[in-house]
């Protein structure tokens, strides 16, 4: 069984910066894919993130192109997040899904973790 673990969360202040960590166990296959997601209090949970292990090619949305930068170090995957902003504040979560493709954040993740929050406030 997958099981993924969020740590690194906290409070920020406006341009700051934090770093997101993903520890993940239990594939069975080399080939999978972590993507990183959040939800805002009150809105829906949004893709973020996503790094695929078939090519190490990542992604990252528009709004935070610039900002987050995905990468991963065997099993662990980080989120470095920097210039931060209040609009980043939520509960960020990592998930899997153990396929060859490369990443997408539109579909079906399997495995979830916990999350971790993130409040940017000054």
Not at 13 to 27: N, R, Y
Not at 35 to 59: H, L, N
Not at 81 to 96: E, F, I, Q, R
Request: hydrophobic content about 30%; aromatic content about 12%.
């Amino acid at each position: 069984q997958v099981q993924l673990v969020e740590s690194g969360g906290g409070l920020a202040q406006p341009g700051g910066s934090l770093k997101l960590s993903c520890g993940a166990s239990g594939f069975t296959s080399e080939y999978y894919v972590v993507g990183w997601f959040r939800q805002a209090p009150g809105k829906e949970r949004e893709g973020v993130s996503c790094i695929s292990t078939m090519d190490d090619r990542t992604y990252v949305v528009d709004s935070a192109k610039g900002r987050f930068t995905i990468s991963r170090d065997g099993h662990t995957v980080f989120l470095q997040m920097n210039s931060l902003k209040p609009d980043d504040t939520g509960v960020y979560y990592c998930a899997a899904i153990q396929h060859y493709a490369p990443c997408y954040l539109n579909v079906p993740y399997r495995y979830w973790g916990n999350g971790t929050q993130v409040t940017v406030s000054s």
